[in-house]
């Protein structure tokens, strides 16, 4: 539930940035953009908090090394906020990025 929370009210925010006259927020879809990315950096961050032992414990017996397996998956995470950040950002049309 808190990450409903979290997803809404970031996205809300960003909205309102938007309607105030910040034009990388101006659409809906951009402030989509942005708020996916404060939700996925906000998980990310449980990966590496004391709830990384719960997820370690939500792992079937079978996934070899669970411990690594929560490490890289907060970090796939991080990854994925950071092309969602790039993906409507500042970097994009800039000719080292790739135009997506």
């Known amino acids: 539930m808190i990450l409903v929370i979290v997803l809404v009210s970031s996205l809300l925010v960003f909205r309102g940035r938007g309607a105030a006259g910040v034009g990388r927020f101006a659409s809906w879809a951009a402030a ?8 996925l950096c906000f998980t990310a961050v449980a990966h590496s908090t004391r709830l990384k032992a719960d997820m370690v414990r939500m ?5 070899p090394r669970p411990l690594e397996l ?5 970090v796939c995470e991080f990854a994925g906020a950071g092309y969602r950040s790039l993906r409507c950002g500042a970097w994009r049309g800039s000719r080292w990025y790739f135009s997506w």
């Open 70 to 74: 929560v490490y890289f998956t907060g």
């Open 32 to 39: 989509t953009h942005y708020a996916l990315a404060v939700m």
């Open 59 to 63: 792992m079937p017996r079978w996934v």
